[in-house]
């Protein structure tokens, strides 16, 4: 079975194209590949008002870690050629391109002076082969120019940096926004809207060509809830098979799944409207999900992120597995956080009374749970709510065994013992062994809660030691009768 990729979910908005369709690979516009080798040469300038402070290995082995990106994110489809050259020295200062080139307002002027000067060091003309990353000396603000195939960059930047304009060169637009603070709508999805990112969202990998039609699944809005639908992470090898362009109207949402910083596999919900354009706010996270369990304070803690609500186009995402979703409707979604607000609670307050040592009848309220999940995932959301429901009432009813305090005691009393005895005779010491065995056994059992366990391995302890200490008097008095009189 082909591995699903993307969902692509189509609004039905008055008066927009809304339809995705399969381009006919004739149309080479519309059927744009960013892929296989892309000639790029990376050409550093040293400027005279600002002395070079990193070496050309150090530099290439930055365009390698850069190629290797593209190459992993492309899934084998894209990798650059060509070379590091320089360092090129240039008798410009910085300083001299205006105020502005070390800034976001850098200007259109300024900033092709500054290409004109590294074009001029270099020696290298505008119109030879293959794309150029000109890396500067000093503070210069990157930028690119698509239509030339230019970009700059500083020796300080990061690789973000580079990739960022890296992908103006292929023609990605900027997804962070020009106005105000320049804020990045994608919540630190795609390197194309904050360089922190390092990496592209599946947006800027179809606008690349890089995914394969097959490997996305379209959804119609209108047409809910879907079935289960198997998502796996943008992380994961593709199949290999040619790329396709996916043109869809102008605003839709799409739902992915890859790694994101320490958190683990992540689900994103965004909202596309290329009618913005370049910086206008293209791409807009909108929600995220989450399948995983934390660790809070030595016990589990489970964060069940895994519904998203979109009233006003009114569907709604509901995770159902560390790898299958379903496209619910709004209705459907409601019923389905409840029920995943029912076994948060319901998970919680099973922690809670293990935690407390509250464990008899524990598992009543943990099969009740169990048979919520089953529930759950088979989408029958309001009798995962119900089980939850009674999952939590059982736990608020368990209590803490009598065989809590007594295996506890016995426990810690067999080990005082232990310690203040010593076995001299084999046969002694041979049961010894199998106190230490028991207590051990007692002590595990004890440690995971399961007290009536423990209790009958420290009992099986005591009567073990007793045993010994009666082997122990009985050898050393059979030694001492039958020793000689002086």
Same mark, same amino acid.
């Given at each position: 079975?082909?591995?699903?990729?993307?969902?692509?979910?189509?609004?039905?908005?008055?008066? /927009?194209?809304?339809?995705?369709?399969?381009?006919?690979?004739?149309?080479?516009?519309?059927?744009?590949?960013?892929?296989?080798?892309?000639?790029?040469?990376?050409?550093?300038?040293?400027?005279?008002?600002?002395?070079?402070? #990193?070496?050309?290995?150090?530099?290439?082995?930055?365009?390698?870690?850069?190629? =290797?990106?593209?190459?992993?994110?492309?899934?084998?489809?894209?990798?650059?050629?060509?070379?590091?050259?320089?360092?090129?020295?240039?008798?410009?200062?910085?300083?001299?391109?205006?105020?502005?080139?070390?800034?976001?307002?850098?200007?259109?002027?300024?900033?092709?002076?500054?290409?004109?000067?590294?074009?001029?060091?270099?020696?290298?003309?505008?119109?030879?082969?293959?794309?150029?990353?000109?890396?500067?000396?000093?503070?210069?603000?990157?930028? @690119?120019?698509?239509?030339?195939?230019?970009?700059?960059?500083?020796?300080?930047?990061?690789?973000?940096?580079?990739?960022?304009?890296?992908?103006?060169?292929?023609?990605?637009?900027?997804?962070?926004?020009?106005?105000?603070?320049?804020?990045?709508?994608?919540?630190?999805?795609?390197?194309?809207?904050?360089?922190?990112?390092?990496?592209?969202?599946?947006?800027?990998?179809?606008?690349?060509?890089?995914?394969?039609?097959?490997?996305?699944?379209?959804?119609?809005?209108?047409?809910?809830?879907?079935?289960?639908?198997?998502? @796996?992470?943008?992380?994961?090898?593709?199949?290999?098979?040619?790329?396709?362009?996916?043109?869809?109207?102008?605003?839709?949402?799409?739902?992915?799944?890859?790694?994101?910083?320490?958190?683990?596999?992540?689900?994103?919900?965004?909202?596309?409207?290329?009618?913005?354009?370049?910086?206008?706010?293209?791409?807009?996270?909108?929600?995220? /999900?989450?399948?995983?369990?934390?660790?809070?304070?030595? #016990?589990?803690?489970?964060?069940?992120?895994?519904?998203?609500?979109?009233?006003?186009?009114?569907?709604?995402?509901?995770?159902?597995?560390?790898?299958?979703?379903?496209?619910?409707?709004?209705?459907?979604?409601?019923?389905?956080?409840? @029920?995943?607000?029912?076994?948060?609670?319901?998970?919680?307050?099973?922690?809670?009374?293990?935690?407390?040592?509250?464990?008899?009848?524990?598992?009543?309220?943990?099969? #009740?749970?169990?048979?919520?999940?089953? =529930?759950?995932?088979?989408?029958?959301?309001?009798?995962?709510?119900?089980? @939850?429901?009674?999952?939590?009432?059982? =736990?608020?009813?368990?209590?803490?065994?009598?065989?809590?305090?007594? #295996?506890?005691?016995?426990?810690?009393?067999?080990?005082?013992?232990?310690?203040?005895?010593?076995?001299?005779?084999?046969?002694?010491?041979?049961?010894?062994?199998?106190?230490?065995?028991?207590?051990?056994?007692?002590?595990?059992?004890?440690?995971?809660?399961?007290?009536?366990?423990?209790?009958?391995?420290?009992?099986?302890?005591?009567?073990?030691?007793?045993?010994?200490?009666?082997?122990?008097?009985?050898?050393?008095?059979?030694?001492?009768?039958?020793?000689?009189?002086?």
């Amino acid at each position: 079975m082909t591995r699903i990729f993307l969902v692509i979910i189509l609004l039905f908005l008055s008066g /927009l194209n809304r339809t995705i369709v399969n381009v006919n690979p004739k149309d080479s516009a519309a059927d744009r590949c960013v892929c296989g080798p892309q000639l790029t040469y990376v050409i550093l300038v040293e400027f005279a008002d600002n002395p070079r402070t #990193s070496s050309l290995d150090s530099l290439q082995a930055k365009f390698r870690d850069i190629n =290797a990106s593209f190459f992993r994110q492309s899934y084998g489809k894209m990798w650059l050629t060509g070379a590091v050259k320089g360092w090129f020295h240039s008798d410009k200062r910085l300083s001299s391109f205006g105020r502005y080139v070390t800034k976001w307002e850098v200007t259109t002027d300024s900033a092709l002076n500054l290409l004109g000067a590294a074009e001029s060091a270099s020696g290298l003309e505008q119109d030879s082969p293959g794309k150029k990353i000109f890396v500067v000396t000093g503070e210069a603000w990157g930028f @690119a120019f698509e239509n030339r195939g230019e970009a700059v960059v500083n020796e300080k930047h990061s690789i973000g940096v580079w990739i960022h304009e890296f992908g103006h060169l292929l023609g990605l637009p900027d997804l962070y926004l020009y106005a105000g603070e320049h804020g990045d709508p994608t919540g630190w999805s795609d390197v194309m809207g904050d360089t922190n990112a390092v990496t592209f969202s599946g947006f800027s990998r179809i606008k690349l060509g890089w995914i394969a039609q097959e490997s996305i699944i379209t959804v119609d809005a209108k047409s809910l809830p879907t079935q289960v639908l198997s998502i @796996a992470s943008l992380d994961e090898e593709q199949p290999k098979s040619r790329p396709s362009k996916i043109v869809t109207g102008p605003q839709y949402f799409l739902v992915e799944r890859r790694s994101y910083f320490l958190s683990g596999l992540r689900t994103f919900v965004f909202y596309v409207n290329e009618m913005k354009g370049s910086g206008g706010g293209i791409l807009t996270l909108t929600g995220t /999900l989450d399948w995983d369990n934390y660790e809070v304070f030595g #016990s589990n803690y489970m964060s069940l992120n895994y519904v998203f609500l979109e009233q006003i186009y009114k569907f709604s995402v509901i995770l159902l597995g560390q790898e299958e979703l379903m496209v619910g409707t709004v209705v459907s979604g409601e019923t389905a956080k409840l @029920a995943v607000e029912s076994l948060q609670r319901a998970a919680i307050s099973i922690i809670s009374a293990s935690f407390s040592n509250r464990v008899q009848d524990l598992d009543k309220a943990n099969a #009740s749970l169990w048979w919520a999940w089953q =529930a759950y995932e088979g989408l029958n959301f309001e009798d995962a709510n119900n089980l @939850a429901n009674e999952a939590y009432a059982l =736990a608020g009813k368990a209590v803490v065994p009598d065989s809590y305090q007594t #295996s506890k005691d016995l426990i810690v009393s067999v080990g005082k013992q232990l310690w203040n005895n010593s076995f001299t005779t084999p046969e002694a010491q041979k049961l010894q062994q199998q106190v230490l065995a028991a207590l051990q056994n007692a002590t595990l059992a004890f440690s995971a809660k399961r007290f009536d366990e423990a209790k009958i391995h420290a009992q099986r302890a005591s009567e073990l030691l007793e045993v010994a200490r009666r082997t122990e008097a009985s050898v050393i008095g059979e030694g001492l009768e039958s020793k000689p009189s002086g």
